[in-house]
Each structure stands twice: as C-alpha cells, then as structure tokens.
C-alpha cells in the first residue's frame, strides 16, 4: 500500500469505504470486469483518492479480500478427526462464502510477476486459515494421536488441496459432509491408531479424556 500524500493524514472512512466498494464491485463484475473508476464511483470518492492509497487493482484487491476474512478460531475439542474436519469446513466456508466468486485464481496470475504482492497475498489471504488447521494438527501430535514425525504443514497440505482445487478451478464450494471422509482418508496414514480415533469423534465431548 502507498503512504498517504505528505502533510495529509490517511482518513480511515475513506479507506473502509473503498474496500467495501472494492469486494461489492468483484461481486457485481468479476476480476476481468473490475476498475478503479467504478470502484471510485462506488465509494465516493475519485480515481487518484484511491490510487493513492493503493498504486495498483492487484494490491487493492488483496486487502479488500483480506479484510473480508476473519481469523479462523483453531478447533479444540479434544477429537483429533473432528478438529481437522472443522478445519477443512471453515476454510472453505471463508473461501466460498467470504470471497467473490472467481477471483482468486485470476488475481494469483495477476500477482505471479510480483514476488512481494504475492507474499502479501499468500500470507493475508491463504496463510490465516492453513495456520490455524497447522495448530490442529502440532496439538494432535502432542497428544499422541498423529505419529510423532508427522509433518503439521504437509498434512495441511494435503486436507486444504481440495478446498482450493475448487477454488481456484471451480466446482462449487466443499460440501460440509465431504470433510469427514477426506480427513478419515488422511488419517489412515498419519493416526498412531485410527481406531481409536474414531471412536474418539463418535464419544461425547465430556467422556472423551476417557480414550
């Protein structure tokens, strides 16, 4: 993001107001449709006001989608199956319901020649939610469910493929009943025992420090 015009403080309604027209824009026109001038329009304000602010469509779109997520809660219920399950829901619930149809796959290519805009959308957009399945897991591990040298980020990896295959090729959002059996999929190979696992997520909360 561009520093202010010298001497003149930042106005954070501005700043609100554009972002809001920005996400309201990609929802009416898509990325291929999107401009700074109806963005301009939109948020009452002028082409320069938000150029700015932003030098490029690419960087405002990050933080527009960026500030349209919120910071998803790591799932702690003491059933290793149920909190991966949760966690491939809420990233996809922030990714197909949070965001504009069909703009992150366009906006990484747009980003691909700008090594710090791609950071910045990786690390504002995508990281937030790979983070918090990532803790799911590390605790997981330490509670001995998941065998002692699995690979939190890798394990991540492969649960959030599908979330963002779809994502970014289409195909609808990730149906909350699909998680479990992809999630099942995945432990059959990290579990210590997945057996008992299972009977963990089919035991109520207040009984499970019993397995």
């Not at 897991?137 to 699995?150: E, F, Q, S």
């Not at 959002?173 to 432990?187: H, I, K, N, T, Y």
């Amino acid at each position: 993001m561009s520093p202010a015009a010298a001497g003149r403080p930042r106005d954070p309604a501005i700043d609100a107001a554009v972002l809001s027209a920005t996400l309201a824009v990609l929802r009416e026109r898509g990325y291929p449709g999107f401009t700074l001038e109806a963005v301009a329009v939109r948020a009452g304000t002028t082409k320069p006001t938000v150029r700015r602010r932003w030098p490029n469509r690419q960087s405002l779109v990050v933080e527009a989608l960026a500030s349209a997520l919120a910071v998803p809660p790591v799932p702690d219920t003491g059933c290793t199956r149920c909190d991966l399950a949760r966690s491939v829901r809420l990233l996809a619930e922030s990714l197909h319901h949070r965001l504009p149809p069909g703009v992150l796959a366009p906006l990484l290519a747009d980003c691909a020649h700008d090594a710090a805009l791609h950071r910045r959308l990786v690390e504002s957009v995508v990281a937030p939610g790979l983070q918090a399945a990532e803790a799911a897991v590390r605790r997981a591990v330490d509670r001995g469910d998941l065998r002692p040298d699995t690979d939190p980020r890798m394990l991540v990896d492969l649960l959030a493929s599908t979330v963002y295959q779809r994502a970014l090729l289409g195909g609808g959002p990730q149906e909350p009943r699909s998680a479990g059996p992809l999630v099942d999929l995945v432990l059959r190979g990290a579990a210590v025992d997945y057996e008992r696992l299972v009977r963990v997520s089919e035991t109520p909360p207040a009984l499970r420090h019993l397995h």
